[in-house]
């Protein structure tokens, strides 16, 4: 398995805590995203048997700034997500990664 950076890891424990902040404003978004909404696409990015996007999480994905989200790939592992799941995600729901962000 490969190692995280300490960098990559300080930078995945001030996204943690920016969405810890943003989960008890209610409002504020990571991505244009509400973080807690984020675990209606869990299911299709974790486990050995990902099951398929659901209509919601697709919907949230259709709303996400997705540029932004593949910035993150990286840290995903440290979350319990696989990177080439979430990557996938947005095809599955008929949208198109940004240039530059790669499966």
Do not use: F, H
Not at 6 to 14: D, R
């Amino acid at each position: 398995m490969a190692q995280i950076s300490k960098s990559a890891v300080w930078i995945l424990l001030g996204v943690l805590v920016v969405m810890a902040i943003a989960s008890e404003a209610g409002d504020t978004k990571i991505c244009n995203i509400v973080p807690s909404r984020l675990s209606l696409c869990r299911p299709a990015v974790s486990g050995k048997s990902p099951q398929p996007p659901t209509r919601r999480c697709c919907r949230l994905l259709r709303a996400a700034d997705l540029k932004c989200l593949c910035d993150y790939k990286e840290m995903l592992p440290a979350v319990g997500i696989n990177p080439e799941l979430a990557m996938a995600l947005p095809e599955k729901c008929g949208l198109t990664l940004p240039v530059g962000c790669n499966p």
